[in-house]
């Protein structure tokens, strides 16, 4: 049985959800939908032992990963 999180690859991993809203707003501004999992947690602590996720579309990994790569250079 098939889930629709399958068709989703994780491109970064954040401790706090901010950085992972600013990632997810650099992908958008460049044609990437994308989306944040796991920001959700009544314990915010626990994002040490599990990290926020950004995730985008299989399809739309490589040139996610391309952008984040490059944005990281810039810094």
Do not use: H, W
């Amino acid at each position: 049985m098939a889930t629709d999180t399958q068709s989703f690859k994780t491109v970064a991993t954040f401790i706090e959800k901010i950085q992972a809203d600013m990632c997810v707003a650099l992908l958008g501004d460049n044609g990437i939908p994308a989306g944040v999992f796991g920001a959700d947690s009544s314990y915010p602590s626990l994002a040490l032992a599990r990290p926020i996720e950004v995730k985008v579309n299989e399809n739309d990994y490589e040139a996610a990963m391309s952008i984040l790569a490059a944005a990281s250079k810039a810094e």
